[in-house]
Each structure stands twice: as C-alpha cells, then as structure tokens.
Nanobody
Framework: QVQLVTSGGGLVQAGGSLRLSCSAS????????MGWYRQAPGKQRELVAV???????NYADSVKGRFTISRDNAKNTVYLQMNSLKPEDTAVYYC??????????????WGQGTQVTVSS
C-alpha cells in the first residue's frame, strides 16, 4: 500500500555532486522522520542523514558540511544533496521513512536503493 521510489544515483567524479530523491506514495496519513542510509561492500548499513517532520536534521560525521537533507511535505518527498563527493561515499543509498497509514501508529518503509559510485 505504501511505496518509496528512489532516484538520482549514478557515477560521478570525486568533487562532483548528485541529488537523490525519494517519493512516498500510497495510503499515507502522515510521515514522521525520513532518512537516508547507505551500505558499502563489506560494511554494515549506516545512517547518513535524517530529518524529522518538524525539519530537525542530523548527519553522520563523515558527511557533515557536504550533504544536505531536505523534504517537501506536500510531495511526500525527501532529498539528499551530495556535494564534494569522495570515493569513500561509494555505496548503495536507501531511503527510509516512518509512515503512519492511520492515526494509531507508524512503521518504517524502505526504498529500493540506488547506487552511487564516486571515481577518483
């Protein structure tokens, strides 16, 4: 009933930029926090950035000052602007959202993931 569709990944040279988008659709009462995770080969999935419904943000130390998370509540969409990309940023990036389909509770939903590759 709820689907997150992620787009914007690709191949970019070190120092370049990409913008990821993730849009939620389906039966949605409201969306609480939305965030981005990434997983590199051989490593655990890690939180990159999160934004609450009130606009508060948190970032992993490794991306502070380079990445910016934002959301458009009218479009049920979260963005991740990635600047000054480094080879270490290479990973599959996943969108996550805490979504209420009714007024009584919420649960996490995940996007399909998009590959970001940064060449040196």
């Amino acid at each position: 009933q709820v689907q997150l569709v992620t787009s914007g990944g690709g191949l970019v040279q070190a120092g370049g930029s990409l913008r990821l988008s993730c849009s939620a659709s389906g039966t949605i009462f409201s969306i609480n926090a939305m965030g981005w995770y990434r997983q590199a080969p051989g490593k655990q999935r890690e939180l990159v950035a999160v934004i609450t419904d009130g606009g508060n943000t948190n970032y992993a130390d490794s991306v502070k000052g380079r990445f910016t998370i934002s959301r458009d509540n009218a479009k049920n969409t979260v963005y991740l602007q990635m600047n000054s990309l480094k080879p270490e940023d290479t990973a599959v990036y996943y969108c996550n959202a805490d979504i209420r389909v009714h007024r009584f509770g919420s649960r996490d939903y995940w996007g399909q993931g998009t590959q970001v590759t940064v060449s040196s």
